[in-house]
């Protein structure tokens, strides 16, 4: 403006390209579109860094002057990026106005260069077995995508595809269509062992692009996968909620421990801002290097041999499945599986369902501290009613009055519903509790809370005799039952190393030692009859618990088991009989892993 100082122009420009207007600020110059393009071009080169652009001093020369610039730039996961810039000036008709060049952004730039940033992390970190063995380790993989300027036919390359890979032909499809001319369009990352006897059928495929890289991968594809988790591109919103530490593309832990420990496997980037080429992105100069740091391995609890077994087990299980397995000296997680393996869901800690009959070792245990014998005599009914509730049973049929021994063998619900006077649901949530239901499990992981709430009503006590009403528990829960049974005192869950150990009180001994030899009548002649032939001597409890509101009821498959220093649950949604369903993949996991 006419009158006005250098300092005034010089002023309103470094303010505008502080306030992060670069169009205000490229107004500012003698070449607005040159420099706007030049302005924005190195901001979104620094990923959107904020910069501060303060005036030190002005030098006047005739219609000339010199405007000195400290430039300091908050790059991120990089920090400050600070420098001086000489900026020109020069007087025209209409006032003051910044010359143009691109060295106004940095002295190094030119106008076919802009600012950049380059980021390589460090090598992921594996995660580990007990004895610090690797369970997910960098291994080779091959990436599949689409290069849409090289296929004439969407719907013939997705049909290829899906013929040799696992994939929806119609969804591809319409995914290379929608895509535009040009792109690359992921399709699936593949093991090697996978890729191989199909490699030369999928390298001609019209439009296949193949990379290969490493990938942290566990032994196989269902190994502990919603347990471990998996590294994937990260998505918008993961991008969004780290606040400036992952960048669009980042290969970041999707679930799991992975993305529970993303910070730790990880370790940080080496990182730096750089002078690219504007047209091709070389990098040609490198002007700030903030060195990044290598991650840290994860050691968990879970034993290599013990986590095949129950992957093994649970082959050819259709639907919802898990297994935990635990160490009850110690609380330590031993094995995680799930099915399906496609999910994401570790219904193993995460899942809550009424533990139906397996309940009743908790159960067993309050009706002992109120004086019940094994000898006494409880007549086991096909049905018995409650305030006009029937109640019936699953599995032993009605064996009439026997022994109460036998009713828990053969898992008799009519038996245990007619004694739900003797104790108070407030009472058997207190003995649920010293079996660690209802206590509160801190791991590294989303875990369940177990419940095990007083019931209401007199229909109410009788359903949560037998793990009704409203009694909810992971199988990690249902294993620490279990557990708690094999050692005499239940233990908190560890599954990592770092996790601290937690116990509860330790078990009147009576109890324990009865509950020992009532579980094991289970599986010599009661519903666990599956497991007769497994070497040690295990001993269960299988449960068959109603959910829903159909008539009959649908029902989940429970059994757990302990055997030396091992326990197990394992749960089959929608199973039918816990001893003819989960009793035989209790069976099948115990029999693959050796007595101590």
Known sequence: MFG????????RYAQAWSRGDDRAAARETDRPDEALEALTGSRRGLDGARVRAKVDDVSEDGDRAD????????????GDFAYDARVPLVETDDGWQVEWRAQNVHPKLNDETRLGTTSVGPPRASILDRDGRPLMSNRPVVDIAVRTDRVEDPAATAAALAELVDVDAERLERTIRDAGEGRFVPVITLRQTEFRPDAERIRAVPGVSIDGKVAPLAPSRAFARALLGVVGPATAEQVERSRGRVSGGDEIGQWGLQAAFEERLAGTPTAAVVV???KTGTQTTTLLRKPGKRGGPVRTTLERAVQDAAEDALDGVKGNAALVAVQPSTGEVLAVANRPVESSFNRAFDGLYPPG?????????????????VDDVVDCPATVTVEGKAFRNFEGGAAGAVPFREDFAESCNTAFVSLHKRITADRLTLVARDYGLGVRVRLPVNTAQS????????????AMMIGQAETVASPLAMAGVAAAVADGRWRAPRLVSTDRPKAGRALPPEEVDTLRTLMRAVVVGGTGVALQAVPGEPAGKSGTAEYGAGDPPKTHAWFIAFRGDLAVAVLVEGGRAGGEVAAPIAARFLTAVPPA
């Not at 730039?73 to 990089?78: L, N």
């Not at 070792?361 to 002992?368: K, N, Q």
């Open 4 to 11: 006005e100082d250098p300092d005034e122009a010089a002023e």
């Open 67 to 78: 405007a000195r610039l400290r430039v300091s730039w908050r790059v991120p996961r990089i």
């Open 276 to 278: 690219r080429e504007r």
């Open 357 to 373: 009959s397996t309940f009743k070792v908790v159960t067993t245990a309050a009706l002992l501290r109120d004086g019940l014998g």
């Open 451 to 462: 419940k095990a709430p007083p019931a209401e009503g007199a229909v109410g006590r009788a």
